[in-house]
């Protein structure tokens, strides 16, 4: 046993290709989120029970009771807390389709996109299917429900970045320190407030892009 429990998996570009097409074979390292099985109705935060609740304790203990020989072996294995996705060289419809199934492992699934990618644009060029990697729009599933995960437009961000707009998560500041937010604090975007706005279900970095010059 490596001693690993918890996981950040974060993929750039192709990388999220990589993995996701070869989760349905790696899943089995990670433990799936407790919430899955528990009811519908049930309160709780992140897949933890309330233990303020000695009640609903007593409940959930009862109803989960069959569960405990899989919960144990779940414990022991890698709990995945972050999903992380930037400019990701992913298909929209086909993470449409794996986003229930990554959500049953996963609690925070965070996409960072442009508009201005070069070489998401390229791909489409090739592929002719849209892709996560510029999508700057709330994802829709097959009921035409929005899918529960953040969606960053970074196309505002224009320091230390090349003209292809692809590859500078780690060199570009508001973006280091959004994933560190995002890794250590555990935030949402709707939480991270002092660096995000909510643009309608996409968020946007609080800064002025270098073409306003006068405000």
Not at 37 to 66: A, C, K, Q, W
Not at 85 to 90: A, E, I, K, R, V
Request: charged share 25%; net charge neutral; proline share 4%.
């Amino acid at each position: 046993m490596s001693g690993i429990r918890q996981l950040h998996v974060l993929c750039h570009s192709m990388g999220t290709r990589f993995f996701l097409r070869s989760f349905p074979i790696i899943k089995k390292v990670f433990a799936k989120r407790f919430v899955d099985v528990l009811s519908p109705n049930t309160s709780f935060n992140e897949g933890h029970i309330p233990e303020d609740n000695p009640s609903h304790m007593d409940g959930l203990r009862r109803s989960t009771s069959y569960l405990e020989s899989p919960m144990k072996e779940d414990e022991r294995k890698i709990h995945m807390v972050n999903l992380i996705l930037l400019n990701p060289d992913y298909e929209i419809e086909t993470f449409r389709n794996d986003h229930s199934e990554l959500r049953s492992y996963c609690s925070r699934i965070t996409v960072y996109a442009d508009h201005r990618d070069q070489a998401i644009r390229l791909a489409f060029k090739m592929t002719q299917k849209a892709s996560m990697g510029n999508n700057i729009l709330p994802i829709l599933d097959n009921k035409g429900s929005f899918l529960d995960m953040d969606i960053i437009d970074t196309g505002d961000l224009d320091s230390n970045m090349s003209e292809r707009h692809h590859s500078f998560f780690n060199v570009n500041r508001l973006m280091v320190d959004d994933l560190w937010d995002l890794v250590v604090t555990g935030k949402r975007a709707e939480e991270r407030t002092s660096r995000l706005k909510n643009t309608g279900r996409v968020y946007r970095f609080t800064i002025l892009p270098s073409s306003v010059v006068m405000v």
